[in-house]
């Protein structure tokens, strides 16, 4: 994600520093900092969790240092050298259906995998700090990359298919935008109206990229439970962006059709990484 926006950015005239820092190094990182006097630090990083969150069971030093120390470390250091810092986080802190859209002060109700657990940590962290802390959820978009919603459920031949808020890579990026402009703090929930569930985004998938796709969707229980797929279990919820919304941050549902068109996208991306 860090990479694309740095793409958006630089085409809306913005002058973007994206040298690569640890982000367990605050001394370097403050260094860096101080010495580029950036107005907004936007703290993408995180542990490459491959191929999904289970690798947080297995690295949980790593997790800890990234996730964790990491992210209070890039916070710190803007603050320090004067600038406006926004920390992305997530919204997998959290377990419910459809009749409940959990808000910003929702206390969190999800422990059931290490990554989750470490992501209430973080929030907690930077609580009393005056930071921005952006929680998306599940995101989507029309580029394919390894952490794409829609790459990540086509690699699996097994699926759970439960209604879940969406964010929207593409339209995260003007949000993002206007929100080093606002300079708001606290939490911030960033996703787009409605949900979606992962057998609706498939079957786009077979209407436009391929056919032959086959998936088998099986319950929560046979992913996560005793016997299952998963090691962790996987957080499923609805995110409220009723405060995004009183900021001026309307993010489109993403129906059928606004699927269509990002699948028609995504296929193109496909199409060129087979070039290459």
Known sequence: ???????????????????????????ALLAKLNETKPEVVVNFTGVRAYPNIDWCENNKEETVKINVGGAINATLAAIKAGAYPIQISSGCIYSGGTDVEFTEESEPNFFGSFYSRMRIIMQNALKEIPVLQVRIRMPIATFSHPRNLINKIISYPKIISIPNSITFLEDLWPALEKLAVLKPTGILNLTNDGYLNHAQILEVYKKIVDPNHKYTIISLDELQGVGGITKAKRSNCLLSNAKAKSLGLNLPAIDNKKLEEIMVAFKKSLLNEAIK
């Open 1 to 27: 994600m860090g990479g694309e926006i740095v793409k958006y950015l630089k085409s809306r005239g913005h002058q973007v520093f994206s040298d690569k820092i640890d982000v367990s190094n605050f001394s």
